[in-house]
């Protein structure tokens, strides 16, 4: 990799931004990028490491995919829109990829409506790939932003799509192609308003991320294990509790009975359990239960 050279190739392919995305008012170039914004915004980072959130010889598009849409997806988590995203990379002294890295980086924040305005780059003698994403977004306009910390007792529990077996068995699955669910988060907000009381995504398992949902809002939480929904491929309820890696959103739902099976864009509403008093993530089935606050994905473990 040679700096200079990459650096000039971000120039090029940025110098179309402030005439694409409204909010870019400078893009790539400057000390600093300058984004119009309204008064609040969300603000995250998220990194992706060669050999903990992807493993080797996975397609630079899908790395970049990735990267992008980690943050995005936290975003969505509450309830709002991606504005525009910075990137810092490690690359190591041997990689020959760094423009197509870059490429796929800006494509997919296109693609996810958070062009990519700056960030760092900085040549490495470790031997592995990483890389920083930082998004900045805009909270729901009527909503508001919605907190992990606001359920309280008698909400409902739910969440999105279906869970387990992200990973996959040669670390190419549906991690890496998930769609961070901005406009399910979006309907959630313009439709349950103040109803839709407190939301995460499921980024670790279900059971740690309800478990740190719980212990946010100082409550506990009862997940009906035969209500998950697993996806196909994953290895029954353990893993849709245990694998992480889904990027789904887990919320809860203040005084309103039911909701439609899905969005209005295909993607499935399931019930799965119940906010109560005290504290703690537990799986309930009949005859039995089990604390499941700390099942989940630790990203020192993986790949």
Not at 156 to 175: A, I
Not at 212 to 239: C, F, Q
Request: negative net charge.
């Amino acid at each position: 990799m040679r700096e200079n050279e990459l650096l000039s190739h971000i120039y090029r392919r940025s110098a179309d931004l402030s005439g694409s995305f409204a909010q870019v008012v400078v893009g790539p170039g400057d000390d600093c990028a300058v984004v119009r914004t309204p008064t609040e915004s969300l603000l995250k980072v998220d990194q992706v490491i060669e050999g903990r959130h992807f493993v080797r010889g996975t397609p630079i598009d899908l790395i970049a995919r990735k990267a992008i849409a980690r943050p995005v997806s936290d975003v969505a988590a509450m309830a709002g829109r991606p504005l525009a995203a910075l990137a810092s990379a490690s690359i190591p002294e041997s990689f020959a990829q760094a423009d197509a890295l870059f490429d796929a980086c800006a494509a997919w924040a296109r693609r996810f409506g958070c062009p990519l305005v700056g960030g760092d780059i900085s040549a490495t003698s470790a031997p592995v790939l990483s890389l920083s994403i930082s998004v900045l977004g805009t909270p729901h306009a009527r909503r508001g932003a919605v907190l992990r910390s606001s359920a309280r007792p008698g909400d409902s529990l739910w969440v999105t799509g279906e869970l387990g077996g992200s990973f996959g068995p040669d670390g190419l699955g549906r991690h890496l192609t998930f769609e961070p669910r901005v406009e399910e988060a979006s309907w959630l907000a313009d439709t349950l308003g103040p109803s839709l009381a407190a939301m995460l995504d499921v980024s670790d398992g279900l059971g740690m991320d309800a478990g740190r949902l719980a212990s946010a809002s100082g409550v506990g939480i009862r997940i009906e294990r035969d209500a998950v929904p697993v996806a196909p491929g994953a290895n029954g309820w353990a893993a849709a509790l245990g694998d992480g890696e889904d990027y789904e959103l887990l919320f809860c739902v203040r005084g309103v009975d039911r909701l439609p099976e899905t969005t209005p864009g295909g993607t499935r509403l399931t019930r799965i359990g119940t906010v109560v008093e005290g504290s703690g993530c537990r799986l309930v089935w009949n005859g039995g239960e089990a604390d499941v606050a700390q099942v989940g994905f630790e990203h020192g473990r993986r790949p």
